[in-house]
């Protein structure tokens, strides 16, 4: 079982930047990829970025891409999404997930926090 405890979310104005932390429990993270995902009102998750369990590999949203890196220290159980150049749209509760296999879709992963908000203000 691994639980997942997401945070640094709030508020930040156009162009700013959060980190967002996701710190998890359990021996097997090293073992796991590590996903972000979000969920803007009304819309469906979707992906966001992801990690491989060694940090050799990453993938992420178009949406995202140059703006938003993952990252991972496996010493310290956590995984991080840096988001830079932040825009209106990216507004959303952020979602950290874990499981075995590098892939970016949602029912793919078992474990799931419980979310952080981002808000972006024009």
């Known amino acids: 079982q691994v639980q997942l405890v997401e945070s640094g979310g709030g508020l930040v104005q156009a162009g700013g930047s959060l980190r967002l932390s996701c710190a998890a429990s359990g021996r097997t993270f090293s073992s796991l990829a590590m996903g972000w995902f979000r969920q803007a009102p009304g819309k469906e998750r979707e992906f966001v970025a992801v990690i491989s369990w060694s940090g050799s590999s990453t993938d992420y949203a178009d949406s995202v891409k140059g703006r938003f890196t993952i990252s991972r220290d496996n010493a310290k159980n956590t995984v991080y999404l840096q988001m830079n150049s932040l825009k209106p749209e990216d507004t959303a509760v952020y979602y950290c997930?874990?499981?075995?296999?590098?892939?970016?879709?949602?029912?793919?992963?078992?474990?799931w926090g419980q979310g952080t908000q981002v808000t972006v203000s024009s």
């Open positions: 997930a874990a499981d075995r296999q590098f892939v970016s879709l949602k029912s793919g992963y078992r474990y």
